[in-house]
């Protein structure tokens, strides 16, 4: 759009010898706990002469990138979802014409960096778009909305919009001050029952670091937290697009006891600063116990250690003593978790023998590991498999993966496989307080078995729809698609258990209202439901994918993955986004990072180009450029400079 | 609140209003016996200027006991409650559930109604009445609906638990009353002679909006004489009381 008066004198203002950002967008609009946002941004070569023109973007490691497009002084360049194979034989094809060039995504933390650059002449103007979706999580209580913002210098036009629309409700909504003391208050909220709109739209003058200052002081997370409320305890079914979603997500429940067995890993690696946040975390974590929980810990390096062979009930003189044991840890040796986690499922199966498990309680290994395995069973397939064999059906392993020295795909793998979650904890950030938020969202399981199913022959392709436990503050997420019918709504039911009640809940939703409602909404995200089954789809397979026990099975998961993604547009692990000129002449290629464990990326610094050209002067984070004068098409071309991120 | 008590061996509805006070509990069933107490709260209506002679009671809240269980149901116009001791639970109007704990079984229709039955014995069905909010008078309240059929144990008592065994009644001297509309007659019932009306109440189980008309001879004076006692003897102090019998 054409700036007003004021802003062009802004662009005036901060209109260097370089690269000048003249607008700065970003938009999510959330729809049904699924967002699609945008960052959009305009950038002017203002200086003498061409210039390497780059747009950095940090992306939650939970979305799929949907487009990039990019518009150079009139050539447009879209995106498109294509297998990676196929994908890059294009790319290949258009690289040896000397007609390509690189865009990365990085790996960092729960973040991935995506960078595109160009080489443009001076004067001359482009546009860049990027496009992602990604479903909203509760967790203890809220769903937690993150955009990494680093515009790197004054923007004249900076604009942040979150738009969310629940048709249920929405509950509360916050927009926490996560962009610190300059910031404070800027953020507005407007809502009423059904929306809400957070607008952070910081002039010239709030950006700048001080008065006098030509840095912008706007670099980090914006954050909004919300949830819907709750009026039925059966959930909330929404029918739109031909798809359904139930979210289910009831309170008021009492927790059931907990059987749980801590397995710490105290090995060499973990001295200092990771076992000091440890240690703390579990102090919390045993204090949170109650007479109706039981617990043991286990600590291991090369040695097991139990301190004690059997549960004990969470007594205030139990968990004193279970905290001096802790303290007094002290780090060294090697790692022997396949040996941990055995003893750790002998416990339960010991306490289960005994008949001190109840049976409606929920019995969990939680293990905290901060390295591979090193001593006894090293093979990590072989120890997948010993552990599945000793778990029971109605026991869970949850676990904690501190640092990058760790192969969360295994720590994950084998979680998923018995019925738990697993998560990463960054040690260069608080673990302790990372381990006792990931603890509390396990720590008050409120029902067991929970399945959720529909009339016969009313939906298809369902995604997963019975799960283990339902934890408080989380929610449960069952999509699919409807079948043609003669009726007017749409049923689900579920059953559960909980302490010692059995539930059976029921609801419905009509099959056009929602529809009709979000062709009301301005800033709706039409299309919710369909994207949203597929994105759960697309990851529950790649999760089956990475369990598959024959190469005949992958094969089948990866073409129903392929099949999705490309339908959908995400940019998956299988997938990847060529952009393409209008003439289909020029390209670009988006693959996915690969994990920092599995070799090419540097863990957690955000960059994966080794051989990149040394920058110059102090370039921002996102807008980097190059002196090197290079002349047209806007497109350099620069073969040697060009490094693929390959995966898979 | 107005009760009707349906005597199947006399083949008549008797009816009686209990205009008690807002906050008020008031036993319904109480079975030492079988260990199911049913009471129900009274909530007034909403007070108009000064009128406050004028307020109106209802069940806002009706409690199902089974003390073997050690289980209590709550059941308000806002929500429905699952208590056993140190655990509650507690569940919406706004979705069909059906909940179990050990004998005791609850069955929710979504805004509609709520059925409690207690080993497939005792049976109480509440039916939500949601009002307009901004009503000037009226609120939310529930009606109470406790079939014939429940098995009581002879212990059994309370303004309707008592009629579990159904005393015998006699209804003669039919005549005019002062109201061409309404006959009076008199009730012979547990010693007593009774100066009866016919009237009607309303059914709301079929129809919530309109329900339907079940004629009944109507008792004066809170049921006094029909019922065992002065209506505040079913006062009780909490929701799982049982009536205390001299």
Same mark, same amino acid.
């Given at each position: ?51 390497? =023109? ?40 258009? /690289? ?37 979706? @990604? ?14 913002? $680093? ?112 397995? =710490?890993?105290?090995?060499? +690696? ?76 002998? =416990? ?10 109840? +049976? ?17 069973? =090293?093979?990590?397939?072989?120890? $997948? ?27 994950? /793998?084998?979680?998923? #496989? ?101 062709? /009301? $909404? ?63 002449? #020029? ?23 080794? @051989? ?37 | ?26 036993? &319904? ?11 129900? %709260? ?25 003390? &073997? ?31 179990? !704990? ?10 509609? !109604? ?27 309240? &529930? ?18 638990? %008592?009629?579990? !065994? ?72 909490? &929701?799982?009381?049982?009536? !205390?019998?001299?």
């Amino acid at each position: 759009g054409v700036l007003t008066n004021e802003e062009q004198e802004d662009f005036e203002a901060v209109q260097g010898d370089d690269i000048t950002v003249e607008s700065y967008r970003v938009e999510s609009r959330i729809t049904s706990r699924f967002c699609h946002t945008t960052f959009k941004s305009f950038v002017v070569n203002s200086g003498p002469n061409a210039q390497s =023109i780059g747009f950095h973007v940090q992306i939650p490691k939970r979305a799929f990138i949907t487009n990039f497009t990019m518009n150079v002084n009139g050539v447009t360049f879209v995106g498109s979802v294509k297998e990676k194979t196929v994908a890059r034989n294009l790319y290949a094809q258009a /690289r040896a014409r000397g007609k390509a060039a690189g865009i990365v995504r990085a790996n960092s933390q729960d973040m991935e960096t995506f960078k595109a650059e160009v080489h443009v002449p001076s004067g001359n103007r482009i546009e860049f778009e990027l496009h992602y979706q @990604e479903m909203m999580y509760r967790k203890l209580g809220l769903y937690e909305h993150t955009l990494h913002l $680093q515009p790197g210098r004054l923007v004249p036009r900076f604009q942040l919009d979150v738009y969310i629309y629940e048709p249920n409700g929405i509950a509360s909504v916050e927009v926490p001050n996560t962009l610190g003391e300059h910031f404070t208050g800027l953020a507005q909220v407007t809502s009423n029952k059904h929306k809400a709109h957070v607008v952070f739209k910081p002039s010239l003058k709030q950006q700048r670091k001080c008065d006098n200052c030509t840095t912008s002081a706007l670099s980090g997370i914006f954050t909004v937290k919300y949830d819907v409320i709750r009026e039925s305890a059966a959930g909330e079914l929404h029918v739109s697009d031909g798809h359904f979603v139930h979210f289910f997500a009831p309170t008021n429940l009492s927790p059931l006891p907990k059987n749980i067995v801590f397995v =710490i890993d105290v090995s060499g +690696s973990m001295w200092g600063v990771k076992m000091k946040q440890t240690v703390e975390a579990m102090q919390a974590i045993l204090d949170d116990l109650t007479m109706d929980d039981y617990f043991s810990i286990i600590d291991f390096n090369h040695n097991v250690r139990c301190w004690s062979d059997e549960l004990v009930q969470g007594s205030t003189i139990q968990v004193a003593e279970a905290k001096k044991y802790i303290q007094d840890i002290k780090p060294n040796g090697g790692t022997n978790i396949n040996e941990a986690l055995l003893r750790a499922g002998q =416990i339960l199966h010991k306490a289960a023998n005994q008949g001190m498990l109840n +049976s409606r309680s929920v019995s969990m290994i939680i293990l905290v590991s901060d390295g591979d395995p090193t001593v006894g069973e =090293i093979k990590l397939s072989a120890i $997948q498999k010993n552990v599945k064999k000793i778990m029971r059906e109605d026991f869970s392993l949850f676990s904690l993966g501190i640092g990058f020295d760790v192969d969360y795909d295994f720590l994950e /793998r084998i979680a998923t #496989e018995n019925r738990g979650v697993a998560q990463r904890i960054y040690a260069n950030k608080d673990a302790s307080e990372q381990l006792r938020r990931f603890y509390s969202q396990v720590s008050s399981p409120l029902l067991r078995k929970i399945t959720v199913l529909f009339p016969e022959g009313s939906v298809s392709d369902v995604t997963q729809n019975s799960f283990d436990k339902y934890f408080s503050g989380s929610e449960l997420v069952v999509a699919g698609k409807v079948l043609p019918s003669d009726g007017t709504s749409l049923n689900s039911f579920i059953t559960a258990s909980s302490d010692r009640l059995d539930l059976s809940l029921q609801t419905e939703a009509d099959y056009m209202r929602l529809d009709a409602e979000l062709a /009301r $909404q301005q800033h709706a995200f039409t299309g919710f439901a369909r994207q949203m089954w597929a994105y759960i789809t697309v990851n529950q397979l790649l999760s089956e994918r990475s369990q598959a026990p024959t190469a005949s099975r992958k094969r089948k998961i990866t073409q129903r993955i392929l099949n999705l993604a490309v339908e959908h547009q995400f940019v998956t692990p299988l997938t990847a986004l060529l952009v393409e000129s209008e003439e289909a002449n #020029e390209k670009l290629l988006a693959d996915s990072p690969k994990d920092p464990r599995k070799g090419c990326c540097g863990g957690g610094s955000g960059t994966v180009i080794p @051989e990149r050209t040394p920058m110059v002067e102090s370039p921002p984070p996102w807008v980097q450029l190059t002196t090197t004068p290079t002349p047209s098409p806007a497109l350099g071309p620069l073969p040697e400079r060009l490094t693929i991120v390959d995966n898979d | 609140p107005h009760f009707i008590i349906h005597l199947p061996k006399n083949n008549m509805d008797v009816c009686f209003n209990i205009d008690s006070k807002p906050g008020h509990i008031l036993n &319904l069933v109480s079975d030492p016996g079988t260990g199911v107490v049913v009471n129900g %709260q009274l909530v007034g209506s909403k007070r108009v200027g000064v009128e406050k002679e004028n307020v109106k009671t209802y069940f806002g809240t009706i409690s199902v006991f089974s003390q &073997l269980d050690g289980i209590m149901v709550t059941v308000s116009t806002d929500r429905i409650q699952l208590t056993d001791g140190k655990h509650n639970h507690s569940f919406s109007w706004g979705a069909t559930a059906d909940i179990t !704990q050990d004998r005791v079984k609850v069955s929710i229709v979504k805004d509609s !109604q709520v059925t409690v039955t207690v080993d497939e014995k005792i049976r109480v069905m509440m039916l939500l009445h949601r009002v307009w909010k901004k009503h000037p008078t009226s609120v939310d309240f &529930l009606g109470l609906y406790i079939p014939n059929s429940n098995q009581y144990s002879s212990k059994a008592h309370g303004l309707i638990g %008592q009629f579990g !065994q159904e005393p015998e009644v006699r209804v003669y001297n039919l005549h005019q009353g002062a109201d061409p509309l309404k006959k009076e007659a008199t009730m012979e019932v547990k010693g007593n002679k009774l100066a009866v009306t016919r009237g009607w109440q309303k059914d709301y189980r079929r129809d919530k909006k309109r329900g339907s008309d079940i004629f009944c001879w109507f008792i004066h004076n809170s049921g006094k004489g029909f019922i065992d006692g002065h209506y505040t003897t079913y006062i009780v102090p909490r &929701l799982d009381s049982f009536l !205390q019998r001299p």
